[in-house]
């Protein structure tokens, strides 16, 4: 939710200064609206399938609402799911599988261990469904990209439309105010969409592909490890290799 606050902050900011200004009105011109939002929305849609096009809600609404996850907190879990089994046996994971809903692909890899699959089988199949993942971000985050080219170029073309509007009608004072309405505004609204939507939430996309993944490496090493029925503690020693240097555990002391 941290950047869905920023991203209402950052707008509640904007239109405090707008507002303090006087005349907010002013700021609200329909056809700049049309020229860089729908235009954006059209042009950046010739780039991608619309199947790209159709995730990008849902993708949005996690870029916004997603938490950022804590790769010591994914460690822990690890760690301590390949104790429990090397203890108990590996009908620890039959036991926890139904509790892992917010986990789903270490209970994927686990649900591996448990059909019998080998170590290597389960590290491979484990490493494609990785790649699917982080894919799936990085086809946002080139749309996202894209979108964020495209809105500053749509709002000088509505720049150049209402300087154009405004010199056909010099001869008439009263619709040149609407014109350099929508020539000032256009620029303003691509500036907007650009700096304060588009690229931030791509930045977004692209640290969150690096943790997932990180994330699902932690457990693709956890799940293979306890196939292997490793000691723990090597598996710690593995996962540390991985982890940056402020999230590094020590689990076993």
């Not at 799911?81 to 270490?106: Q, Y």
Request: with cysteine; hydrophobic share 50%.
């Amino acid at each position: 939710m941290s950047a869905l606050i920023a991203l209402l902050s950052a707008f509640g900011l904007l239109g405090a200064a707008i507002a303090l200004g006087g005349a907010p009105a002013a700021f609200i011109n329909g056809a700049g609206i049309l020229i860089v939002l729908l235009g954006t929305m059209a042009v950046t849609a010739i780039s991608f399938s619309s199947r790209e096009l159709a995730d990008m809600p849902r993708t949005l609404w996690q870029l916004i609402t997603e938490p950022q996850r804590d790769p010591t907190l994914a460690a822990l879990t690890v760690l301590k799911l390949a104790e429990r089994t090397r203890k108990d046996g590996m009908i620890v994971l039959k036991k926890i599988l139904p509790s892992m809903d917010d986990t789903p692909f270490l209970a994927n890899a686990c649900q591996l261990i448990l059909d019998g699959a080998t170590a290597e089988e389960a590290e491979a199949i484990l490493q494609r469904e990785s790649h699917s993942v982080a894919n799936r971000y990085l086809r946002s985050i080139e749309v996202l990209r894209r979108a964020g080219e495209v809105a500053p170029a749509m709002g000088l073309i509505g720049t150049l439309i209402g300087l154009v509007q405004m010199l056909g009608s010099l001869d008439d004072p009263g619709s040149i105010g609407p014109a350099m309405a929508v020539a000032l505004l256009t620029t303003l609204y691509g500036a907007i969409m650009a700096h304060l939507v588009f690229i931030p939430l791509a930045a977004k996309a692209e640290r969150i592909a690096s943790d997932e993944t990180l994330l699902n490496t932690v457990y693709a090493m956890g799940a293979t490890s306890i196939s292997r029925k490793e000691n723990p503690r090597r598996l710690e020693m593995l996962i540390n290799t991985v982890l940056p240097p402020s999230n590094k555990i020590m689990y076993f002391k």
